[in-house]
């Protein structure tokens, strides 16, 4: 089923995920992505994991801000997908259903490229569990900002607040980002790879024309 939004013919089900390592620039992305929809009309939810709601917000913390926390990585594994659960079922579902676009500021990619590839935990039960904990839930689009990432650890240093997961050596966020090529070779069709060391505007217009040729198809 299909809602006509001036030119646009956008899908009831639209759900577009940004993916990268850190620093790469996917929540500045995320902001102007959704703006921009917005003013063409048409309806956008911008959330993303983990820390959505009440569960959400306490994994968030014990994951990402309890430093002397040494969370096993399967342990890692399970909070992040109860986080998706709560999230999928209780927000993302519900929005999708109300028609319009949800945008999500990382999803079941992250979980394969840090749990499965950073954390080198075994890929077929990573990507089980994570499919599992999304309840069906795919991406119909997903955008990866492609960085190298000394550069976007770089961009970090200029923020307040570094988490947990941001201060894992260099190797660790060398595998997340193979792991992310990885999955896009796998889903070319799906996983868009845009180089995320332009100018803001620059990558922006990019992720625009990608995700408005998706959606008016
Ligand atoms: P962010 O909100 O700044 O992107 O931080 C979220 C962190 O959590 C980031 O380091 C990636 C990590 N993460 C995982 O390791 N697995 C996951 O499934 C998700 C959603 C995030």
Known sequence: ???????????????????GVEGSG??????LLKEFLQKQGLKVTLTREPGW????????????EEKELELHPLAELYLFCADRTQH??????????????????????????YQGYGRR???????????????GLKPK??????IPVKVGLSRLEKREGKTKMDEEPLEFHE???????????????????VNATRDIYEIQQEIRNIVLS????
């Open 121 to 135: 935990l075994e890929l077929d039960l990573v990507e089980r569990v994570a499919r599992e904990a999304a309840l």
């Open 26 to 31: 996917k929540s500045t992305q995320a902001e």
């Open 88 to 113: 999928v079922r209780d927000f993302v579902l519900p929005k999708l259903k109300e028609g319009g676009i949800v945008i999500c500021d990382r999803f079941t990619d992250s979980t394969i490229a």
């Open 53 to 64: 709601g009440a569960l959400g917000r306490l994994i968030r913390r014990l994951l990402l």
């Open 214 to 217: 998706h959606i008016s198809k």
């Open 1 to 19: 089923m299909s809602t006509a939004v001036g030119k646009l013919v956008v899908s009831r089900d639209m759900f577009i995920t940004l993916e």
């Open 141 to 146: 689009l997903t955008i990866l900002l492609n």
């Open 175 to 193: 595998r997340v980002r193979q792991g992310y090529i990885f999955i896009a070779q796998k889903e070319p069709k799906r996983v868009k790879v």
